[in-house]
T-cell receptor, first 117, second 110 residues
């Protein structure tokens, strides 16, 4: 079936503008994660959704970052008043529990490359 | 706080030259350790999940092993198409958060 999709693939914006990044998870996956990957860095956890609720927002770097998920499917990550340090690749992953219900094997989208000028 | 450290940061191999990548972790209550492959400009691609010490999994030229403190990704007779960044990640305790290492960038020279 279809994998995780993200849009846009690339976004160039000016400092101070707001941006919205979209993630379409694999159909039927209940969990959705957002990560940020800066050049040469590892994946930085931002937020996790189970269904439409976000029990773990601990990774959001500031109150300029917010995310929502509707209908247990599509998620949007919004960055307000963008700064140059927000430039990075934003990755979305979705998962469903293994049959043993132990861990969440995540499947990633291709990412959105955000450049703030 | 969960910590994942990968070594080396970069590895250059001749085609056919076998080697291993290391992932050391410090967590409380490991539930799963993951290996991913990431090609430039793409999202990580899932390779393996390991659940407990002593477990091993294989896929083509790759074999992942797990101890109580670290995991190894063994690459046997690598080919140029194995060139990528290999990421290790853990999920532990009662949390859904997955913590990633910074990866090992592998280059296989023909």
């Amino acid at each position: 079936g279809a994998g995780v999709s993200q849009s846009p693939s690339n976004k160039v914006t000016e400092k101070g503008k707001d941006v919205e990044l979209r993630c379409d998870p694999i159909s039927g996956h209940t969990a959705l994660y957002w990560y940020r990957q800066s050049l040469g860095q590892g994946l930085e956890f931002l937020i996790y959704f189970q269904g439409n609720s976000a029990p773990d927002k601990s990774g959001l770097p500031s109150d300029r970052f917010s995310a929502e998920r509707t209908g247990g499917s599509v998620s949007t990550l919004t960055i307000q008043r963008t700064q140059q340090e927000d430039s990075a690749v934003y990755l979305c992953a979705s998962s469903s529990r293994t049959s043993g219900g132990q861990v969440d094997t995540q499947y990633f989208g291709p990412g959105t490359r955000l450049t703030v000028l | 706080e969960d910590q994942v450290t990968q070594s080396p940061e970069a590895l250059r191999l001749q085609e056919g030259e076998s080697s291993s990548l290391n992932c050391s972790y410090t967590v409380s209550g490991l539930r799963g350790l993951f290996w991913y492959r990431q090609d430039p400009g793409k999202g990580p691609e899932f390779l393996f999940t390991l659940y407990s010490a002593g477990e091993e999994k294989e896929k083509e030229r790759l074999k992942a092993t797990l101890t109580k403190k670290e995991s190894f990704l063994h690459i046997t007779a690598p080919k140029p198409e194995d060139s990528a960044t290999y990421l290790c990640a853990v999920q532990a305790g009662g949390y859904q958060k997955v913590t990633f290492g910074t990866g090992t960038k592998l280059q296989v020279i023909p």
